[in-house]
């Protein structure tokens, strides 16, 4: 079975600060990660995802994420946060195992509040 | 090129009745599935289909059922329905099948249905 922890399920950071949303997984097989964006009362956009190649994977809007085996982690981060990363940010996990049949596992989601 | 679009937006509906929605897959994507959002929580996975037969299946009942169309399309059905069925439904569109976590997901916008 698959899961994910995102610690914190608000996190609020000055504009133009480091933004870290945390995130853990449990998987017993090799996983595909993916990082999720939604705006309010929107569907969700792909921000990046790990599929096996480089531990550290760089998406859209300025996020990249750290594929860590040894801690089960795949952190987001964002050198500068920007009004507009206002949002809430799920992680979310799947094996090979299933070919994908088996869906995405979603964490609970974290809510990015940016502070002027 | 067009992303996923999903109807109706909004839906109320009343206990034990039945309720049918719709997604139009992106275009070039062969492979759909289905994620329910409850307020404050992550999508859980319903099901998926791919080359219109149903190939994975989360953690909920047979009253949820679905279709995929020979134009990928999909429909999801929601039988004898329940307080607790109130959420977001969101469908994603994928390429690849077996490969589907190499390619990822598109969601769309979901259709908010809600049970009085």
């Known amino acids: 079975a698959q899961s994910v922890t995102q610690l914190g399920s608000h996190v609020s950071v000055s504009e133009g600060a480091l933004v870290l949303l945390r995130c853990n997984y449990s998987?017993?097989?090799?996983?595909?990660l993916f990082w999720y964006v939604q705006y309010p009362n929107k569907g969700l956009q792909l921000l990046l995802k790990?599929?096996?190649?480089?531990?550290l994977v760089k998406g859209i809007n300025g996020f990249e994420a750290e594929f860590k085996k040894s801690e089960t982690s795949f952190h987001l981060t964002k050198p500068s946060a920007h009004m507009s990363d206002a949002a809430e940010y799920f992680c979310?996990?799947?094996?090979?195992?299933?070919?994908?049949?088996?869906?995405?596992?979603f964490g609970k989601g974290t809510h990015l509040i940016i502070q002027p | 090129e067009t992303g996923v679009t999903q109807s109706p937006t909004h839906l109320i509906k009343t206990r034990g009745q039945q309720v049918t929605l719709r997604c139009s897959s992106q275009s070039g994507h062969n492979t759909v599935s289905w994620y329910q959002q409850a307020l404050g929580q992550g999508p859980q996975f319903i099901f998926q289909y791919y080359r219109e037969e149903e190939n994975g299946r989360g953690n909920f009942p047979p009253r949820f059922s679905g279709l995929q169309f020979p134009n990928y399309s999909s429909e999801l059905n929601v039988n004898a329905l329940e307080l607790d069925d109130s959420a977001l439904y969101l469908c994603a569109s994928s390429f690849g099948g077996q490969g589907v976590l190499n390619y990822g997901y598109t969601f769309g916008s979901g259709t908010r249905l809600t049970v009085v």
């Open positions: 998987s017993s097989v090799p996983p595909y």
């Open positions: 979310a996990v799947s094996t090979t195992s299933g070919g994908g049949a088996d869906g995405l596992t």
């Open positions: 790990y599929t096996s190649a480089a531990t």
